[in-house]
């Protein structure tokens, strides 16, 4: 039986997967059949790089995807066009009808796709004005405090010579009045 599935690459934490056509007694990273892309989970959302004619082609001659690989050709359409085609096949519909559905179907998924990303933008725009913000306020606050420790620093060395004078002119009539005596 050939399957269609995943085999892992990259390094520890850093996944990467290739998209393969394989026998289902071989190793998930050992001997394959062919290629057919790749796939990307760690960015957002997750890259899918597949030549969809060769995976429509595998599908079509009986090729069983896992299920991982089932929920990424649904998300590229190619097991919308395996059903179209199997309705053509069985006469239920025109090839012409069925490829005006699949492209109505990949528009409306690619306008799904960059609303997703315009949201993930935006919120990574806010989320960096929020931080600069709070960083800002944290600027202007330790700043405050420098400029409250130099005014409390000035004020003690102004009253420091008013507090030494302030000693002797108590001294002087001090020293007077044990001079009377």
Do not use: C
Request: no cysteine; charged share 30%; hydrophobic share 40%.
């Amino acid at each position: 039986m050939v399957k269609i599935r995943l085999a892992r690459r990259g390094r520890k934490k850093l996944a990467m997967y290739d998209v393969v056509v394989a026998d289902a007694r071989a190793p998930r990273d050992g001997r394959f059949i062919e290629k057919i892309g790749t796939y990307n989970p760690l960015t957002n959302p997750a890259s899918i790089d597949l030549n969809d004619e060769k995976a429509f082609k595998w599908l079509m001659n009986g090729a069983q995807p896992s299920d991982t690989v089932k929920a990424m050709l649904s998300y590229r359409g190619i097991m919308l066009k395996k059903h179209l085609q199997i309705g053509v096949i069985k006469g239920a519909l025109t090839q012409e009808q069925a490829d005006a559905k699949l492209a109505e179907w990949l528009k409306s998924k690619e306008v799904k796709i960059e609303s997703k990303r315009d949201q993930l933008s935006q919120s990574k725009d806010a989320q960096a004005k929020a931080r600069k913000a709070a960083e800002t306020k944290i600027k202007e606050a330790r700043a405050e405090a420098i400029r409250k420790k130099a005014q409390v620093a000035e004020a003690a060395a102004a009253a420091q010579p008013a507090a030494e004078a302030a000693p002797a002119e108590t001294e002087a009539p001090a020293a007077e009045s044990t001079e009377q005596a």
